[in-house]
Nanobody, 122 residues
Framework: QVQLVESGGGLVQAGGSLRLSCAASGNIFSINAMGWYRQAPGNRRELVAT???????NYADSVKGRFTISRDNAKNTVYLQMNSLKPEDTAVYYC????????????????WGQGTQVTITS
């Protein structure tokens, strides 16, 4: 099967930086879009940034100019560089990937990581 494993979360002061990584592994034929979402306590999960297989990116307005999403297709890995962090960025961050496996080449399935906590102190 497919697994997404995230790393890089933590606790930092406002104005600091963190870099999240998410590596996909398993019976992967191809990966289409990859992205990061976040969910703060009491809130719905929201999109942070996405990137297509060709490198086209999309960002939530709240993170534009501060966060940068990138991917290494050879490593099936997506990154999120987060700069100028604010307390309102505090959330659990989830990796997402649209994956086709060797077993189901005619179907694209969304997979999610387990989430990594990001806490920003003021």
């Amino acid at each position: 099967q497919v697994q997404l494993v995230e790393s890089g979360g933590g606790l930092v002061q406002a104005g600091g930086s963190l870099r999240l990584s998410c590596a996909a592994s398993g019976n992967i034929f191809s990966i289409n879009a990859m992205g990061w979402y976040r969910q703060a306590p009491g809130n719905r999960r929201e999109l942070v940034a996405t990137i297509t297989s060709s490198g086209r990116t999309n960002y939530a307005d709240s993170v534009k100019g501060r966060f940068t999403i990138s991917r290494d297709n050879a490593k099936n890995t997506v990154y999120l560089q987060m700069n100028s962090l604010k307390p309102e960025d505090t959330a659990v961050y989830y990796c997402n990937a649209a994956i086709t496996t060797y077993r189901t080449r005619n179907m694209v399935t969304d997979y999610w990581g387990q989430g990594t906590q990001v806490t920003i102190t003021s």
